[in-house]
């Protein structure tokens, strides 16, 4: 038996500019995000009656993985190969469509387990990419913390190489001790939001913000960070279809509670709400809230994988 998990994740700055036709053009962009202690797990084992059974939210018995109606699972299978005959269970730990990244950390799995690169966390990363894109239209920001691990600030160069710089261990606890991951308790598909995020006049300045991260990441602390987030969710804010009625009451909520800053996560219109909130605080806040909270700690690893 096979056993892979990747961690989901919590982009904060840069989200909307990892497009290759957006960042290729501006010559480059920079993507801040930490990976988190939820994962998603892909269990392969063999079957020794032969033919594959594929498991997720549905059940498929198929002769072979290219069958799967499952998108991604065919896809990876007609291009790499997933070894038959066997059985391929997908879990996550929360549903999808919550913005934490859930398809590219699938991705980062089935391309680990099919055996398709072998030669690091770089190209397990583009590798993955290049697969979903073609599926799904993402970018390719979600792929690098499943694929990395920790909390980063990834470069993204028009040549395709992606330097990366890791925010100081001070930082990643203040994160830890004042960060709240709430589920509004929207699901969304986040191929029907991102065609609202075409604005370059608006995606110059999600990636301006960035930079500046990015520049400060040495020195970065919670105060730095809390200022950057709320000017990234001013503009968030403003992208058509991303914020609804109830969510905009959702955030006013959170501030009038004493959250410093948060923003919607992913493309937007449900999904996860991430606050900064002070820490002797934080329990109230959430009971007050009314939303069910998620735990987290930041994810060391990146993407893993264990025979048993």
């Not at 930490?34 to 498929?60: D, K």
């Not at 799995?109 to 239209?137: K, P, Q």
């Not at 990395?148 to 100081?168: C, V």
Request: glycine fraction near 10%; aromatic fraction near 10%; include cysteine.
């Amino acid at each position: 038996m096979l056993i892979c998990k990747a961690p989901l994740r919590v982009s904060l700055f840069g989200g909307g500019t990892d497009f290759p036709e957006f960042y290729e053009k501006h010559d480059g962009t920079t993507i801040v995000s930490f990976a988190i202690t939820q994962y998603m797990h892909v269990i392969w084992n063999t079957r020794p009656t032969g033919g594959c059974r594929l498991t997720y939210s549905e059940v498929e018995e198929l002769p072979t993985f290219e069958d799967a109606q499952h998108t991604l699972v065919r896809a990876f299978a007609q291009k790499y190969g997933i070894e038959e005959p066997g059985t391929l269970s997908i879990i996550s730990d929360l549903p999808k469509g919550t913005g934490l990244g859930s398809s590219s950390s699938l991705s980062v799995c089935l391309t680990h387990l099919s055996g398709a690169c072998r030669m690091g966390s770089f190209n397990l990363a583009t590798t993955s990419y290049e697969v979903e894109r073609h599926i799904t239209g993402c970018g390719v920001q979600d792929h690098l913390p499943a694929a990395f691990g920790g909390f980063r600030a990834y470069q993204l160069m028009e040549r395709g190489f992606i330097p990366m710089r890791t925010a100081p261990i001070s930082l990643c606890s203040q994160i830890e001790d004042y960060g709240v991951l709430l589920y509004t308790g929207i699901t969304r598909c986040a191929q029907d939001i991102l065609p609202s995020w075409k604005d370059e006049a608006v995606l110059l300045d999600l990636k301006s913000i960035a930079r500046v991260f990015r520049h400060r990441i040495v020195e970065a602390d919670l105060f730095l960070t809390a200022d950057l987030l709320k000017e990234t969710w001013k503009i968030k804010s403003s992208i058509p279809n991303v914020v609804s009625g109830e969510l905009m009451a959702q955030y006013d909520k959170a501030i009038s509670l004493g959250a410093m800053a948060g923003k919607l996560l992913g493309a937007g219109a449900g999904g996860c709400w991430f606050f900064l909130v002070d820490r002797l605080e934080r329990e109230s806040f959430v009971e007050k809230m009314g939303l069910r909270r998620i735990p987290f700690k930041i994810a060391g690893p990146g993407v893993r994988k264990k025979e048993i």
